[in-house]
């Protein structure tokens, strides 16, 4: 079946502008994780969705990130005023529930920040 | 919160070696430990993990330690093949899996 997938593949904005990723998880899948990967870095988390539940919002940076997701299904993050510390690799993650259940990763989406 | 390090970052082995990549983590209370690794341009797989109250955990070339006394587990790759190189994670979670804390990453290369 379909993985994760994740848009755009590559993003490439001027500082001070805002911009908006997507993440489609894998069907039925109820947990969803963001994170992100700074270059030869590990994964930091930002925020994770569980259902109906309130998000856990602990890992995000600063209010300029903020995420949201719709229906319990697609997420989007949207990063507003991009500053250049900003580019990184942004996954995504979905698994069946939050037992420890597997999370399967997206290919993740390169934001530069000029 | 937690703080988990990864160990080497780099790792170079010939075809046929095996591989070790040791983690180690602060907190007590975490309980699930995954292992993903990473080819380039894609996002991380999980490719074994382990759960607090087992010691070791094998799937074929692969396998998990872990010493909870310590806090720190270990992943080992046996007859390594140069398809095996890649960026691998460890990671570390609690019991309610809402967050996982992740190394830095190993960057294994196996030469033919």
């Known amino acids: 079946g379909a993985g994760v997938s994740q848009s755009p593949s590559n993003k490439v904005t001027e500082k001070g502008k805002d911009v908006e990723l997507r993440c489609d998880p894998i069907s039925g899948h109820t947990a969803l994780y963001w994170y992100r990967q700074s270059l030869g870095q590990g994964l930091e988390f930002l925020i994770y969705?569980?259902?109906?539940?309130?998000?856990?919002k602990s890992g995000l940076p600063s209010d300029r990130f903020s995420a949201e997701r719709t229906g319990g299904s697609v997420s989007t993050l949207t990063i507003q005023r991009t500053q250049q510390e900003d580019s990184a690799v942004y996954l995504c993650?979905?698994?069946?529930?939050?037992?420890?259940?597997?999370?399967?990763f997206g290919p993740g989406t390169r934001l530069t920040v000029l | 919160g937690e703080n988990v390090e990864q160990h080497p970052s780099t790792l170079s082995v010939q075809e046929g070696d095996s591989a070790v990549i040791k983690c180690t983590y602060s907190d007590s209370a975490s309980n699930y430990f995954p292992w993903y690794k990473q080819e380039l341009g894609k996002g991380p797989q999980l490719i074994i993990d382990i759960r607090s109250n087992v010691g070791e955990k094998k799937d074929q070339r692969i396998a998990v330690t872990l010493n909870k006394t310590a806090k720190h587990f270990s992943l080992h790759i046996t007859e390594t093949q140069p398809e095996d190189s890649a960026v691998y994670f460890c990671?570390?979670?609690?019991?309610?899996?809402?967050?996982?804390?992740f190394g830095s990453g190993t960057k294994l290369n196996v030469k033919p």
């Open positions: 969705f569980q259902g109906n539940s309130a998000p856990d």
């Open positions: 993650a979905s698994s069946l529930a939050h037992s420890g259940d597997t999370q399967y």
């Open positions: 990671a570390a979670s609690k019991g309610n899996f809402n967050k996982f804390y």
